[in-house]
């Protein structure tokens, strides 16, 4: 439960720009879950690294790849440009539960990397951060005994087990993988 407690907020948008004149915002969607806002009705407003406060979602509306929302209590572009870079956010309880197989990537991050091997086990590192490369996403993995990053491929067949609970990632690497990040013999 420690995770739920470091991470009490999850931001689904961040406020781009004031819409129209009535108070309206375009914010930018960060979920991969946009029918979230569909019933959206109470968010938190703030920036990344402070406590947000409570707003009341009046109305909210898709246009051009982004949405438009109404709070209670904006009702002017001056209002509505003080919002301006602020993140949206909802409870963690309230993000929207994956299938099997599926885990944010935030969760990822601070998982120990370890292999299994019948008879042995390996610690590799520390899960860093997750690279999105378009394709496959990549661990980045901050070895166990220092030294370079290691570039791990978040594929299923590479990462056989995920235990985000556990906070622990078993891999299987192809031959060599390991190998790629250290420094070459002379």
Same mark, same amino acid.
């Given at each position: 439960?420690? $995770?739920?407690?470091?991470i009490?907020?999850?931001?689904?948008?961040?406020? *781009?720009?004031?819409?129209?004149?009535?108070? $309206?915002? #375009?914010?930018e969607?960060?979920?991969?879950?946009?029918s =979230?806002?569909?019933?959206?009705? !109470?968010?938190?407003?703030?920036?990344?690294?402070?406590? +947000?406060?409570?707003?009341? #979602? $009046?109305? #909210?509306?898709?246009h051009?790849?982004?949405? *438009?929302?109404?709070?209670?209590?904006? &009702?002017?572009?001056?209002?509505?440009?003080r919002?301006?870079?602020?993140? *949206? /956010?909802?409870?963690?309880? !309230?993000?929207?539960?994956?299938? +099997?197989?599926?885990y /944010?990537?935030?969760e990822?991050?601070?998982?120990? %990397? %370890?292999?299994?091997?019948?008879?042995?086990?390996?610690?590799?590192?520390? *899960?860093? @951060?997750?690279?999105?490369t @378009? @394709?496959?996403d990549?661990? =980045?993995?901050?070895? =166990?005994?220092?030294?370079?990053?290691?570039?791990? +491929?978040?594929?299923?067949?590479?990462?056989? =087990?995920? &235990?985000?609970?556990a906070k622990?990632? %078993?891999?299987?690497?192809?031959?060599d993988?390991? &190998?790629?990040?250290? +420094?070459?013999?002379?």
């Amino acid at each position: 439960m420690a $995770e739920r407690e470091k991470i009490p907020f999850l931001a689904i948008a961040r406020i *781009v720009r004031p819409q129209g004149r009535r108070g $309206e915002v #375009v914010a930018e969607i960060l979920s991969d879950f946009s029918s =979230r806002f569909q019933d959206l009705r !109470q968010v938190f407003l703030g920036e990344e690294g402070r406590e +947000p406060q409570p707003a009341k #979602v $009046e109305n #909210v509306w898709p246009h051009k790849g982004r949405m *438009v929302l109404k709070f209670a209590g904006v &009702d002017s572009i001056d209002s509505a440009s003080r919002l301006r870079g602020l993140c *949206v /956010y909802i409870p963690w309880e !309230q993000r929207t539960p994956l299938p +099997p197989h599926q885990y /944010y990537l935030w969760e990822l991050e601070g998982c120990r %990397v %370890v292999t299994e091997r019948p008879g042995e086990g390996c610690e590799i590192g520390t *899960v860093a @951060g997750v690279e999105s490369t @378009g @394709g496959v996403d990549l661990l =980045r993995v901050a070895p =166990r005994e220092g030294g370079d990053e290691i570039l791990i +491929p978040l594929a299923q067949a590479i990462c056989t =087990r995920i &235990d985000t609970d556990a906070k622990t990632i %078993v891999i299987e690497p192809p031959e060599d993988l390991l &190998d790629l990040n250290s +420094p070459e013999e002379t």
